[in-house]
């Protein structure tokens, strides 16, 4: 029974490495291919700032656009409760950084990975993506991204190997075995809504990146 609970257990991280081995770059942000969004997902506010996980996932989406691997950024995370808005403390990070706030989508209602793929595909019209977060979550959000209809690409943001990282990592057991049942069953999220114009109007008009990231015209 021990050894068939153990089976049980590996093969949703199993799935996750097999179904993502093409999804995920190798290389970095100049080896990533080219998509209309980059989608970055929350990491948790310190004091109402993005948490050093975050703030590393946001610098990964900065790099993306000023490289012009993606025309438009959706932030989305948590705003769930008063007096915590992840998704505006992310947007505030990018535009202090350089990027136009035109350019910047925010999804309140991300209160978990498959939420913020279904949501970014069925509210936000998302197509194909790139998607920002540390390598040992990157291959989940492409997995989930993927069964919600986008063509995504996991751009890994590298960390240290701490306790932090290990941490994470553990939290992934339980993660990919949450995804394997989302995949399959594709629920609604948390909060659907209506279907809204912000990416859409994000990607329209000429985009021209420069050493602060944006540019005329932005």
């Known amino acids: 029974m021990a050894v068939l609970v153990c089976v049980l257990a590996v093969l949703p991280a199993t799935w996750l490495r097999l179904s993502t081995d093409s999804a995920v770059v190798r290389g970095g942000v100049e080896a990533a291919p080219s998509a209309p969004v980059a989608v970055v997902f929350g990491a948790g ?24 691997k993606a025309r438009a950024l959706l932030v989305t995370g948590d705003n769930g409760r008063r007096g915590y808005d992840e998704p505006g403390a992310m947007r505030g990070y990018l535009t202090e950084r350089g990027v136009p ?31 920002v977060s540390q390598d040992f979550h990157v291959r989940r959000a492409a997995a989930l991204c993927r069964a919600a209809g986008i063509d995504a690409y996991g751009v890994p943001v590298r960390e240290p190997r701490d306790v932090t990282w290990y941490a994470g990592g553990l939290r992934e057991v339980p993660g990919a075995a949450k ?19 912000g ?18 015209g932005d």
């Open 45 to 68: 506010l310190w004091d109402g700032e993005p948490s050093p996980y975050l703030a590393h996932r946001l610098d990964t989406a900065i790099d993306l656009y000023r490289h012009g």
């Open 101 to 131: 706030g035109s350019r910047i989508v925010a999804d309140y209602a991300g209160f978990d990975t498959w939420d913020s793929c279904t949501r970014a595909r069925r509210i936000f019209g998302v197509h194909r993506a790139l998607l």
């Open 179 to 197: 995804a394997a049942l989302e995949a399959a069953f594709t629920p609604d999220p948390h909060f659907l809504g209506p279907r809204e114009p």
């Open 199 to 216: 990416v859409r109007r994000a990607l329209a008009g000429p985009h021209r990146t420069g050493p602060a990231g944006g540019g005329p």
